[in-house]
């Protein structure tokens, strides 16, 4: 249940004792969610499985999808494994053996969920098995999913890798339909990560932003630069942001 409030644009006040704040000010607010019609105490959280993973390590990724009209949840370790639960709480194996222990990136794509860590082979899982994608780019650092291709990127580059249309197995430099665009350069900068934004594909650089309009063939393709004294420091805070850029 919500209390109602009128204002809160005061913020919290807590310089002054609680009976001379203003009347849009709080003298505290811990635990609570707010939303445009008021607060509410924050729900508690409670363990998802009441007992470790075997053989599990540290959590590196998780990621939850629909196939055919089922729920699952993907969970990579930093032991180079992925576990799937299917809603149960109980996690089975999917698949092990990887060379590196790295941050993993999901994507849902074409009937399949995808992933890559910046080491392996790029995946793909149609909800019974896995396999390598051979004709993807190696080493893909991130993945997502915008206008019916996956867009991808790699540590310490500026190409900007894209599948032909709704086909994840084409990647093929040499056609006009798959390839790579190179991102110009900004003081030395490389790619840290990507997201989409309408139709579009904005490119988050460590000293620039670039936007990508995704229309129609790749070579009709524009570019804006949105920044260039803005950049991201890291890859992994970026994670699904909302943009309001331009």
Do not use: M
Request: proline content about 2%.
């Amino acid at each position: 249940k919500y209390s109602a409030f009128y204002n809160l644009q005061g913020g919290i006040n807590t310089f002054l004792p609680a009976h001379n704040i203003a009347d849009n000010q709080v003298s505290d607010a811990y635990n609570v969610e707010f939303s445009t019609v008021g607060l509410k105490t924050r729900a508690g959280k409670s363990k998802y499985n009441a007992t470790a993973i075997a053989g599990a390590g540290s959590i590196s990724g998780l990621h939850a999808s629909y196939y055919t009209g089922a729920r699952f949840l993907l969970v990579a370790d930093n032991q180079r494994q992925i576990f799937k639960d299917d809603g149960s709480g109980t996690l089975t194996l999917l698949e092990a053996g990887y060379t590196s222990d790295s941050f993993y990136k999901f994507e849902d794509f074409n009937s399949y969920t995808l992933w890559c860590n910046g080491y392996e082979t790029l995946r793909r899982y149609d909800g019974s098995n896995v396999d390598a994608i051979s004709g993807a780019p190696t080493a893909l650092l991130g993945i997502i999913n915008a206008e019916n291709r996956l867009f991808g990127w790699k540590s310490n580059e500026n190409n900007l890798y894209f599948c032909a249309l709704n086909d994840e197995t084409t990647w093929d430099p040499t056609t006009e339909y798959s390839g790579f665009l190179t991102v110009p350069q900004v003081k030395g900068d490389y790619i840290i990560a990507c997201a989409k934004q309408g139709r579009s594909v904005v490119v988050f650089k460590s000293k620039s932003i670039w936007r990508y309009n995704i229309l129609g063939l790749p070579r009709n393709w524009t570019r804006e630069l949105l920044s260039d004294s803005l950049g991201c420091a890291g890859r992994k805070p970026r994670h699904r942001r909302r943009i309001g850029l331009g």
